[in-house]
């Protein structure tokens, strides 16, 4: 496989706009998970530039330590690395929100691996989420409550409903004349998701309940309901859009060198129909949609030859990565889509199939796809 478009440590930082979106994601949702350790709670007025209405309603009392990891899962890779690591602090008593970054190149003890390979990112990919998650605790001497994962498609996916551009953001982030480093490229990413923040709370904070279900399925995180709602509607009590100055910007270890502050201004890349004319980015997306090509032909064979365990075998990791939002072309990605959900729900039988199905329908509805809202609805017929 090609080397991901630029800087895929800083490119998988955008996700972390997202982690508000969920918040508010299940807010809404009807469905919640077992809550377990939920903290304290108090009364106190939301802000009316965010709420619709003033009304009094909990919000937390004690602070809440929220990870999140950008993942750089290489196609057909089951243990993807840490990209792209932050914690959002909520410190209600300060009604400040802290952004922790740990530059990905943090030097850490791997068992049986040598000091030059030695680094957080790689503890996800060669010991698993939960060793990189106790030495991201050990670097920052935070205990962390809850975890947000998001792989670099599901990035692109929220990208796309939030209305931000993919390719300027993109390029932005891994501009070479920008300087270089861990400790500069993890400033880089906080920095854009302040700005994010500002720029968009208000925005994500009111997403409609069908856009909100759809962000939930770019999501994997054990932040439960109760908790979530309590996270949302303390955050708008800080009128963050309006004070900026409560996002406090830390980074651990201690950088022993000045970081420089550069913000992303869109106006001053290309927009509109110029978004793509990103020649790294085309190259990609090129590539994926000869390898996503290549894939369901082969899936197809398997089918018809009626060979379901190697279908089952092939199509679940890519099912899993999300891969067909890495595709630009909405008539190419809402294909993809549907076929490798095709092929996972009828090659591995999963028990979900129907609701996998169901969700796909309800999206395309979203967006108004007539002719992929028959295609799901002809293949729920067929389960």
Known sequence: MKKKFGLIIAVTAIMFIVSLTVIKWLYFSPASKTATNIPSISTSPSIPSLSPTVTLKPVLT???????????????DKNPRCDAIHIFSIIPSQKKLRITSIPRGTSIDLPQVGSESAYLSNSCHLMGIKYAVSQIEKITKLKIDYLVKINFSQTLGVLRILGIPESPSLQFLRNRRYLIGDNQRSRNQALFLKDMIISHLSQIAFLPKALTNLLYTFIDTDLDFETASLTMDTLITFNLPNEPGRIELVTKPIPNYKTSEIHFFEDEYKTGENWQSDKEYLDYQNDMEGYLTNLTNRLEKYLTNKQNSSVCQIVKTPFTQQLWLQIGNEGKRNQFHFEILRYFVLGCGDKNGKKLV????SEMEIFKQEEFINKGKGLLGNL
């Open 358 to 361: 169901s969700d796909f329908v």
């Open 62 to 76: 004690k602070p809440v330590n929220i990870l999140l990891l950008g993942l750089d899962g290489r196609r057909g």
